[in-house]
């Protein structure tokens, strides 16, 4: 009887791995057919004017916690890491022009606004795309009141990133204390360990972002599971791709083929790669949803257009 239930179990696992790369042709299929030059270039577009203000408000908001200095600070290295130094000042720079705000307090609030509408404008540009992807329409004309939603909703997927990173920031404490801690007891290892373990919480963080951007950014609502499977697919995807794209991009001669805008082309071009990136995963989302019977469930405004199928279907 144990033997039977543990092969069952075994079996289900099989089952699962099978379905899981059952549905990598297909997404792909659906991802080719929806024309992502155009949608990764409108969000590398979106991107390159949004970045400095959700940055700045991040630093505003979460600061509070560790302090705006380290909080900037934080933010710089990780863009250092994956868009170069140059690519890095380039954004410093828009964040130190935010800055210089007049003091007045109505300056002030319509900065603010617009900092709030430019930062939202990008995850509006993935909402639209993540509908076309899932065949997900609004019912009508949307009013001000549903388009205040829409972007609060924005609004909350960037504070989810504020949290994230002041997780990843607290995860990295822990690690790097108990990478000293090892290499007490074993001289080296502690760095292996915090390699480690740092590449592991780098996972689960970029998992766990793209997850409820799955989940509630678009118009359509996937299950849970298949946000899940498809949010830590992209996350290992996207994990990969940065350490490739990081690599090419910091040590290419873009910056000086294309001069004093290198580093305007250099965030345009990683940017413009990751979302492809993102709009294969979300594509593997609606596959995956589709092969396991679990239909994305349009918002109460919206309609599905059209049944996204998990068969093999050469449309592109």
Known sequence: MVDWCFMKKVQSKINEVVIFFSCLRPSLLLFIKNDPLRMAGATAFFTTFALPPIIFLLVQLFGFFIGRRNMGRELMEG?????????????????????GFDD???IILVGVLFL???????????????????QISVKEKPGFLFILIVRLRS???????????????????VEAMAGN????????????????????????VISAWFVVLFRFIADGRPSWKASLVGGVFTGILFAAGREVLAALLIN?????????????????LFVFYCSFI????????????????????????AYATEEVSGENEDKA
Do not use: C, H, M
């Open 278 to 301: 993102l709009y294969f995963g979300a594509s593997f989302v609606a596959v995956y949803a589709a092969k396991k019977n679990w239909p994305i469930q349009p918002t109460a405004k």
């Open 104 to 106: 007045k307090w109505y």
């Open 252 to 268: 290419s001669n873009i910056s000086k083929l294309y001069g004093a805008s290198g580093s305007f082309v250099l965030v345009l």
């Open 79 to 99: 863009l250092s890491d994956v868009l170069g130094k140059d690519g890095a000042d380039q954004v410093r720079q828009v964040i130190r022009s935010i800055r």
């Open 116 to 134: 709030f509408f430019v930062a939202t404008t990008l995850f509006n540009v993935i909402k639209d795309s993540l509908n076309q992807l899932w």
């Open 181 to 204: 801690y090892i290499n007490i007891l074993w001289a080296g290892a502690g760095n292996y360990f915090t390699s480690f373990i740092s590449e592991v919480i780098g996972i689960i």
């Open 155 to 173: 609004f909350a997927v960037i504070l989810f990133v504020g949290a994230l990173f002041l997780a990843d920031i607290f995860f990295q404490s």
